[in-house]
């Protein structure tokens, strides 16, 4: 085909000598709304950081340090004391932190494994396994957290049966603890794990592996050395869509944590919820949240520009 | 030989266990909902009594409202967003390399990359500052631009994959453009135009986060209405809603991977 005539070249420019081109307003509609309704409150929500709160929700437009000051730095109860560094709300985030990186690694720990294994399948049963992983990513996330609830409350499914197998005599505890938050995490964000694991482990050359096996390399030698260093982008990228998530989740802390679980994402729910909030101060936590998701990924573009190089 | 170092112990376990963590808690609330007992804990025989509750019990207007809430906003957003999706994969695909390409990309992508909560309160302080009061238009809006990403991916994935020179000659045989465009081009993207439409509407059927912040006092979709309910309490008619909701999510994306699938090799490059 790449020899017949002009059709190549068509892809490069106007089917027909002489039409002008569309590109502009084809893409204008993408630009406008996404621009408009995304962007454009994205910067709106910079600025709003920056106001004073109002006295029941919303702002008062003037210029005030307020927000960051509330967040970073303690007063004392009338605001008088020399202002000393604020621990509260950086330990939701130290918590909201930790939280997701643990996730990230039990998903790592469970995704790879599953990833390699479908990649390994015959063609047929690959696209099918890939297919099984994919769909619960689709099934509403809110409807999978509450069956996550459902299974583990006190009387739940999960205690019935660890009581029925004499594993334990009374009710464990799972809901409103830590462990719950982390299941929630794990569950709600496992797929995203795998998936792009996989598409690196398909491309794979398993020809690596078996030159690493007549060296003598034992299979797990391999894995560290060859396997892993070769699918690199695929886990980053995985780990990627897993961290920032599980960063800003509201439903699992929500639904599966307790008030001692408290994370970013309902510290920055609740400054908007009914009078008593304080939207300068929501907004300033959504934009150091948000500070922090772009340095990951600004991270992620710079590891990926490398292992173009490489 | 060569299956030898493809195989590593365990791996094929934990896959299953996999499959198992994420099917086993979405098969207990569909069994569950099923559940004769008004009691959630203990089993009390086959029943479809939750979901005649659903349709007819005392809660049954307000799971309507919400229902035709949620179906028509999917669809008015899904629609809107494939439109904008396949016009700007037209330009992203057929038009070589142009000044701002990544960036547009970029900006495709953006829905995606920035935290759902952020996009959240962002979306609700921009409303608020344009004073649009929250309901219906506020919903619906957000949602159109949130769900062009996913429209936008399946239809690149498939125009990138249809030979330029089925539109060529269409054009060299003196089709205008709107003529190539409908009665070449349109077809052979149906699948994937189909794929994203799909994808789109269980991704602004399923939304709460952002639903939640920009729905105003009053307003339910179905997600909304759900987690009002759980708060309370799992009760046995959430579990029915639930399960249809899970019905159609899957019927959805079983149909969206069959779309994307049929034709794909008629359409190929040669």
């Known amino acids: 085909m790449a020899a017949a005539g002009p059709a190549p070249g068509a892809a490069r420019g106007p089917a027909v000598p002489g039409d002008r081109p569309l590109t502009l307003p084809l893409l204008l509609p993408a630009w406008a709304v996404i621009g408009v309704f995304l962007v454009v409150p994205v910067g709106l929500m910079v600025v709003y950081s920056f106001l004073t709160q109002g006295f029941r929700g919303g702002v008062i437009w003037e210029f005030s340090l307020a927000a960051y000051d509330r967040f970073f730095l303690d007063r004392g109860l009338f605001g008088d004391e020399p202002p000393r560094l604020e621990w509260t709300y950086i330990a939701v985030f130290w918590r909201s932190l930790w939280q997701a990186g643990l996730a990230t690694l039990t998903c790592l720990i469970v995704g790879f494994p599953t990833a390699w294994f479908i990649a390994t399948r015959p063609a047929r049963s690959r696209t099918a396994w890939a297919f099984l992983i994919t769909v619960p990513y689709w099934v509403n996330l809110l409807i999978r957290t509450v069956s996550l609830r459902f299974l583990i409350r006190d009387q739940g499914p999960v205690n019935q049966a660890l009581i029925a197998l004499g594993l334990t005599d009374a009710p464990i505890q799972m809901l409103n603890t830590d462990f719950a938050v982390q299941l929630g995490l794990f569950y709600s964000y496992l797929p995203f794990m795998v998936l792009p694991i996989y598409a690196a482990v398909e491309r794979y050359d398993f020809a690596l592996s078996e030159a690493a096996a007549d060296l003598g390399a034992s299979r797990w030698v391999a894995l560290r050395e060859v396997v892993i260093p070769s699918v690199r982008p695929g886990i980053v990228a995985g780990c990627l869509l897993v961290f920032i998530p599980s960063l800003g989740a509201f439903l699992a802390p929500d639904l599966l944590g307790g008030a001692k679980t408290y994370m970013i994402g309902s510290l920055i729910e609740d400054q908007f919820k009914g009078s008593l909030g304080n939207w300068p101060f929501g907004a300033a936590v959504s934009v150091i949240l948000l500070s922090m998701v772009l340095v990951a990924l600004l991270f992620y573009a710079r590891n990926q520009a490398r292992e173009g190089r490489a | ?270």
């Not at chain 2, 309160?121 to 649009?132: D, E, H, P």
């Not at chain 2, 309910?229 to 008619?237: A, F, L, T």
Request: aromatic share 12%; charged share 10%; net charge positive.
């Open chain 2, 1 to 270: 030989m060569s299956g030898g170092v493809r195989h590593y112990p365990g791996f094929a376990a934990i896959a299953a266990l996999c499959l198992a963590i994420l099917y086993l808690p979405l098969g207990v609330v569909a069994v569950y909902s099923f559940n004769a007992s008004t009691s959630i804990t203990a089993w009390g025989g086959f029943s479809w009594r939750w979901y005649i509750d659903v349709f007819q019990g005392p809660e049954a207007p307000r799971f309507r409202a919400a229902a035709w809430n949620s179906v028509t906003i999917a669809f008015l957003a899904a629609s809107v967003a494939t439109a904008i999706a396949v016009a700007a994969a037209v330009a992203m695909v057929r038009s070589g390399r142009f000044r701002g390409k990544s960036a547009t990309f970029a900006l495709i992508s953006l829905p995606l990359m920035v935290p759902e909560i952020v996009t959240a309160v962002a979306t609700l302080i921009f409303f608020s500052t344009i004073g649009l009061t929250p309901g219906y238009l506020t919903i619906l809006i957000a949602h159109i631009t949130f769900c062009i990403p996913f429209a936008y991916l399946p239809v690149a994935a498939r125009l990138s994959g249809i030979d330029p020179a089925f539109e060529a000659a269409a054009r060299d045989l003196y089709a205008s453009r709107g003529q190539a465009f409908r009665l070449i081009l349109l077809p052979l993207l149906a699948p994937g135009i189909v794929s994203g439409w799909l994808l789109a509407f269980i991704i602004s059927l399923d939304d709460f986060i952002i639903t939640n912040f920009v729905k105003g006092a009053g307003m339910e979709t179905l997600p909304t209405a759900i987690f009002g309910s759980v708060k309370q309490g799992i009760k046995p008619n959430i579990m029915a809603i639930s399960t249809m909701l899970l019905a159609v999510s899957i019927l959805f994306v079983t149909l969206s991977w069959l779309a994307g699938r049929t034709g794909r090799r008629a359409a190929a490059p040669s």
